[in-house]
């Protein structure tokens, strides 16, 4: 069956800056315009957010958000692996000191549209680490982009990984006045809930057509909560997983959604959209 579809999309969550990208990152970018998704590509550290703002000012329907992911606080070698996906990807990062001055300026810019990604992950602590400390560490300087975002007055993308109780104590006492989204969200609805009574929007992506373990929470939260992401090259949606990710495939993401809620997939897309573009002000 051949996907015909009727309304923009927006990636709100993709890596276009990412090095998966080095040799047709343009060629992607201009793929992907072209059938109508808008993507907003996420820095994970200075250089990929620098990046990320560059495609942005020299494309339409390209967006930004900058910041420092917490694994990338820390110098170490991890592998990111999802149990569903074939391969194991190895991830190095340097340790970022946070200098703020550097980032308010990337900030400044009109296509930056959010602060991220940034949050907690305690999901990919090592042997050896020092726990608390970096928790500490993570907590801190996600404090530091909290108050970056509202001197800016712009919305947050946040990571967070086995951290949910800890993320919305620090929402809850430090609020973030434009809200925002916890990207690639994977709790159940319960945890959802209390973040959509916070203000914020939930973003789904490939995880959820891995299987059904997510149709419960597709199935109650509301669609005026959701946001869908790819957070490409990562994370490919099926049909297409064993490939690399792309913006496009956002459309399987809203297929699934439309699936477990028994509704079109032009109400997902449509509503999704909305969504995004309120958030972000685009
Ligand atoms: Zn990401």
Excluded at 43 to 50: D, I
Aim: glycine content about 6%.
């Amino acid at each position: 069956m051949l996907y015909v579809s009727c309304f923009m999309l927006i990636d709100t969550h993709a890596h276009l800056n990412f090095s998966a990208y080095k040799n047709d990152a343009e060629e992607v970018i201009k793929k992907t315009l072209l059938e109508s998704v808008f993507v907003i590509n996420v820095g994970s550290q200075y250089s990929t957010s620098v990046r990320a703002v560059e495609y942005a000012k020299k494309y339409n329907g390209l967006y930004a958000v900058i910041g420092i992911h917490p694994l990338h606080l820390q110098a170490q070698k991890f592998s990111y692996h999802d149990p569903n996906e074939v391969e194991e990807v190895e991830i190095e990062t340097a340790g970022e000191i946070f200098e703020k001055e550097k980032y308010l300026e990337l900030a400044k810019n009109p296509k930056v549209v959010a602060i991220g990604e940034v949050g907690l992950d305690y999901h990919h602590f090592e042997d050896g680490d020092e726990i608390e400390k970096l928790k500490i560490k993570q907590k801190e300087i996600f404090l530091e982009f909290i108050k970056l975002a509202n001197e800016v007055e712009k919305p947050i993308m946040i990571h967070c990984w086995d951290a949910y109780d800890d993320l919305y104590e620090i929402l809850k006492k430090n609020p973030v006045g434009k809200t925002g989204v916890i990207h690639s969200f994977v709790g159940s609805f319960k945890t959802a809930k209390r973040f959509i009574e916070l203000g914020y929007l939930i973003g789904l992506n490939g995880i959820v057509t891995y299987g059904i373990s997510y149709d419960k929470l597709i199935h109650k939260v509301d669609l005026k909560d959701i946001v869908l992401e790819t957070d490409c090259p990562y994370l490919t949606p099926v049909p297409k997983k064993g490939e690399r990710n792309e913006p496009m495939y956002v459309k399987y993401v809203a297929q699934k959604i439309a699936n477990v809620k028994e509704i079109s997939v032009e109400e997902v897309e449509k509503v999704t959209t909305e969504n995004a573009k309120n958030i972000f002000q685009i």
